[in-house]
């Protein structure tokens, strides 16, 4: 099967085509952030194969086909979680935008789209290794569930939003700026932007994910319906 079918069929990538139709249509006259999770990847048994586990190569294959579809009149800059399966995704999707002409500015790992600190690696069996429960599980975490065995939701809100949207701010041209994260991660962006327990239709698929504009002091989100974005004060 050719990966333009995949692509047209697979329905696991309707939340990528609502993103891409949205920075087509947005990013002309000024620069924008994406944050999306990364493609399909291989499958988790075990919490222990949380960190190792890669994409498939149907996974590696979408993002490419994601990064034919971005604009090419604006630079990208790419920042992804090092976990294997994040910095895939980010370098099938620059392949993809170089294939057609784009012009990527870098690629760098950062820390926070791995996600928030834990510091006792038992909260990670709280976390079903398919994610199942990931709006719950950061339910209880941003209501203090695990206590001072993990980073608080406030100092890693704090940390996302400095090392991600706040960069923005000081661009002189358009650009794009993608990064590529973990379900852990966006669902922790979706409650910070929501103000509101998360449920299970918040999940983002793979290659799902949010868009960014900066707005004098505000950020606003796309987040699935273009007419409804989200303010959120970054001052």
Known sequence: MSKQTDWDREEWLDSAKRLIEWVNTTHADQSIMLLIRHSHREKIVHVEE????????????????????FPTDCKVQFWFSFISRCYETAEAMAAG????????????????????HVIDPEVWRELQPDGKNVTDFVNRWVEG?????MESFDIYKSR????????LISLEEPTIHIHVTHD???????????RRPLV?????????????IVDGSYALFFTGD???PVRLNIV
């Open 160 to 167: 996302l939003v400095d090392d991600t949207v706040k960069k």
């Open 226 to 228: 273009m007419a409804h």
């Open 50 to 69: 949380i960190a190792s586990k890669g994409l498939t190569e149907l996974g590696k294959n979408m993002s490419l086909e994601m990064g034919l579809r």
């Open 184 to 194: 852990l991660a966006m669902m922790a962006v979706k409650r910070m932007i929501f």
């Open 97 to 116: 935008f170089a294939q057609q002409g784009g012009e990527v500015i870098d690629m760098d790992p950062l820390p926070a789209l791995v996600g928030p």
């Open 200 to 212: 299970n239709e918040d999940r983002e698929p793979y290659l799902g994910g949010l868009g960014v």
């Open 145 to 149: 569930g695990f206590g001072d065995r």
